[in-house]
């Protein structure tokens, strides 16, 4: 766990000695700016566990900075909001939390499609009539996005991401938020 804070205090730490230069350029492409980024998202989970399939979702909050139009580091950080029921025992996310590496394949649209890497912890609750156990594990991530620009400096963002696959459970997310450039 504490190598986990270790790489997203050194994302952060990394995203803002990138805002602190002063040569970049903030409009270097019109879909592909530099500098700092902050937004929120939604994620319609799915686990996939054996004979389980449960859908539940949870908000996230992410920081991050462009170090340049085509690589970007971020944090992200997130709790459950809606649990699924199958066959008598409520899933849901607990929180999650990672550190990320984005490639942007920045040009002059207002659509940036951009590929993520990263690390994912993610702590998950079932529970039923006789109890409830909870589980926290970490694995490699990846996904596909888009981020589109609505104004100078809000962009939408759609991405579907692998947050976990090991032991024959996997957890997939489809998110939908908000991007608040700096």
Request: hydrophobic share 40%.
């Given at each position: 766990?504490?190598?986990?804070r270790?790489?997203?205090?050194?994302?952060?730490?990394?995203?803002?000695?990138?805002?602190?230069?002063p040569?970049?350029?903030?409009?270097?492409?019109?879909?592909?700016?530099?500098?700092?980024?902050g937004?929120?998202?939604?994620?319609?989970?799915?686990?996939?566990?054996?004979?389980?399939?449960?859908?539940?979702?949870?908000?996230?909050?992410?920081?991050?900075?462009?170090?340049?139009?085509?690589?970007?580091?971020?944090?992200?950080?997130?709790?459950?909001?809606?649990?699924?029921?199958?066959?008598?025992?409520?899933?849901?996310?607990?929180?999650?939390?990672?550190g990320?590496?984005?490639?942007?394949?920045?040009?002059?649209?207002?659509?940036?499609?951009y590929?993520i890497?990263?690390?994912?912890r993610?702590?998950?609750?079932?529970?039923?009539?006789?109890?409830?156990?909870?589980?926290?594990?970490?694995?490699?991530?990846?996904?596909?996005?888009?981020n589109?620009?609505?104004?100078p400096?809000?962009?939408?963002?759609?991405?579907?991401?692998r947050?976990?696959?090991?032991?024959?459970?996997t957890?997939?997310?489809?998110?939908?938020g908000?991007?608040?450039?700096?």
């Amino acid at each position: 766990m504490t190598t986990t804070r270790s790489l997203v205090f050194g994302l952060v730490s990394l995203a803002g000695a990138v805002a602190a230069t002063p040569t970049m350029a903030q409009d270097m492409y019109k879909s592909g700016g530099t500098g700092l980024y902050g937004g929120l998202n939604y994620t319609f989970f799915n686990l996939d566990e054996g004979s389980a399939d449960a859908d539940f979702g949870a908000l996230s909050g992410k920081i991050g900075g462009l170090v340049s139009p085509y690589f970007g580091l971020e944090a992200r950080a997130g709790f459950g909001v809606d649990d699924d029921t199958v066959g008598g025992i409520d899933f849901s996310v607990d929180n999650f939390f990672g550190g990320y590496a984005t490639l942007n394949l920045a040009n002059e649209s207002p659509a940036t499609p951009y590929v993520i890497l990263g690390f994912t912890r993610i702590e998950l609750e079932a529970e039923g009539p006789f109890g409830s156990v909870t589980d926290d594990d970490s694995d490699l991530s990846y996904g596909l996005g888009v981020n589109i620009e609505m104004a100078p400096q809000l962009s939408g963002n759609l991405e579907y991401m692998r947050y976990y696959d090991k032991d024959g459970t996997t957890i997939d997310g489809l998110g939908l938020g908000a991007t608040f450039h700096f």
